[in-house]
């Protein structure tokens, strides 16, 4: 199976072939896949070097011409490190455009810490009008990014990861939660590439379990339905900072007595390589440790 990073490669390439509104703004992460592309199509695809502010800067001006701007990096450096750029170019500006990450949370642990940005999605919730992609496997992925090149001139966050589920779940390219399993004792909500550990972590529970792909807008409708028909206990497994959808839960059940318990990626730094499966043991992200955390909760 490729990865979403590769698919991201194949898809991008294509769609560059076929809709001339749509230009590719690189800062050296990812360019070798895609020479081929800037071979055919080099007034839309700029690799700019490793400058991450102007890189969302020429994505933003691109947007101001009519086109539609993919803009792509490690998520360290496309949210954070240029997000004033991402604030004033799009934003204000009021510009719409795609920004495609990779290496998310601690996708390469040998990277270190200044790869690693588990606080993307809840940084990017600080501004407003942006949709937010987190995929769970390839095929979500690449079906994601069509949907985000296609979206007239919104503003668009694709968060892709190295992790994945072992199979895409058929209709995550919409915006919609998905109900993956049933039951009466609480709601559990897995996101991305959570979800097969979150399936393995509850098998036996009776909980509902709830998959997103997209998780802004945030699928209010679909955690009130879920909670009338199972207790209003809630359990979020994100792949990024814990508790970053907390506010979201919270003010889709505002009028609804329920509790919250966020899991995710802990503020503590990990300051050891280690592998990714090691990173996700130590937030305790693993099968096991969910279950644990699950259970006790719901008890």
Do not use: C
Not at 58 to 76: D, E, I, M, Y
Not at 208 to 222: E, G, I, K, M, N
């Amino acid at each position: 199976m490729d990865t979403m990073r590769e698919r991201f490669i194949s898809v991008t390439s294509r769609l560059l072939d076929e809709d001339p509104r749509l230009a590719l703004v690189l800062a050296e992460i990812t360019m070798d896949g895609f020479r081929p592309a800037q071979r055919r199509h080099p007034d839309r695809v700029i690799n700019v070097g490793i400058r991450e502010q102007l890189l969302v800067g020429v994505g933003g001006g691109l947007a101001l011409t009519g086109l539609r701007p993919v803009v792509h990096t490690f998520a360290s450096f496309l949210v954070e490190r240029p997000f004033e750029q991402v604030k004033l170019d799009f934003g204000h500006q009021d510009t719409g455009g795609v920004l495609v990450s990779s290496s998310a949370s601690y996708d390469w642990p040998a990277g270190g810490y200044t790869h690693m940005a588990p606080g993307d999605v809840a940084l990017l919730d600080t501004l407003d009008g942006w949709t937010v992609h987190v995929p769970g496997h390839p095929d979500e992925a690449e079906a994601l990014l069509r949907h985000a090149y296609a979206a007239g001139d919104d503003r668009v966050y694709v968060r892709l990861s190295q992790m994945s589920n072992a199979a895409p779940r058929p209709g995550a390219d919409g915006l919609r939660f998905q109900t993956v399993r049933e039951g009466g004792a609480g709601v559990v909500l897995a996101v991305g590439p959570m979800l097969d550990g979150v399936l393995a972590a509850t098998e036996g529970l009776d909980v509902t379990v709830l998959y997103a792909a997209t998780v802004r807008p945030f699928d209010d409708s679909a955690l009130r339905a879920a909670t009338a028909r199972a207790s209003a206990d809630v359990v979020l497994v994100e792949p990024y900072l814990a508790g970053t959808s907390a506010a979201a839960a919270g003010q889709a059940l505002i009028d609804v007595p329920h509790r919250v318990l966020p899991l995710g990626v802990g503020r503590a730094e990990l300051r050891r390589f280690g592998t990714i499966e090691e990173h996700t043991a130590a937030h305790g992200l693993d099968a096991g440790s969910l279950r644990q955390r699950i259970t006790a909760f719901l008890r």
